[in-house]
């Protein structure tokens, strides 16, 4: 491809998009086009990533799922661009982020399922990102997820249930998602 059919593409491409029509808080992803001796990156939009719901997805304890996968549409933002470069970091996180969600909003009975949840989560992440990182990559996480006065209050709330079941739990295989 000579310098000019790229250039030619690269103007095609901006007529096609309008900047103002572009949300800032569109999650971005490069990707290289090159030839033997140049490589451009072209920014490209990844749809497949929510939209932040801002302070509207403050107002509930739930929160916005919009793709109703437990996983809260600001967490699954800030783990798809954080840990965008490591899929099986990025996967655990989202099976925490769900485990801790369940334990917010209680939508599995009983309190040992989520204990269960919360556990074999927690291990997945430090299997895949290594005991350093998973416990800074947790931390994060959690002070992400209990952002509002109300999600942590409804998490301590039924953290005493959690914490009298844990010793029910035994020795079970852990599978990661």
């Known amino acids: 491809m000579t310098l000019f059919s790229l250039v030619s ?4 491409a901006q007529e096609l998009i309008n900047p103002s029509d572009v949300y800032q808080g569109d999650p971005v992803k490069f ?7 140049i490589t451009f990156f072209v920014p490209v939009f990844d749809d497949s990533i ?16 919009s ?15 954080a840990y965008d470069s490591d899929p099986a970091v990025r996967d655990s996180l989202y099976q925490f982020a769900a485990a801790q969600q369940s ?8 309190a040992q399922d989520i204990n269960l ?20 990559a947790i931390v994060d996480l959690i002070s992400k997820t209990l952002n509002t006065y109300k999600r942590s209050k409804a998490y301590a709330a039924n953290l005493e249930t959690y914490l009298s079941n844990i010793n029910e739990m035994g020795g079970r295989n852990i599978q990661c998602n």
């Open 9 to 12: 593409v690269c103007a095609q």
């Open 50 to 65: 929510p939209q932040d719901p801002g302070e509207e997805g403050k107002a509930t304890v739930a929160g916005i799922d």
């Open 31 to 37: 990707i290289p086009i090159s030839n033997s001796s």
């Open 117 to 136: 949840m919360l556990i074999k989560a927690r291990s997945c992440v430090t299997i895949s990102a290594g005991e350093q990182a998973a416990e800074k």
């Open 67 to 81: 793709d109703n996968d437990g996983v809260r549409d600001d967490i699954e933002r800030y783990i798809s661009l």
């Open 103 to 110: 334990a917010i909003i209680r939508t599995v009975e009983p």
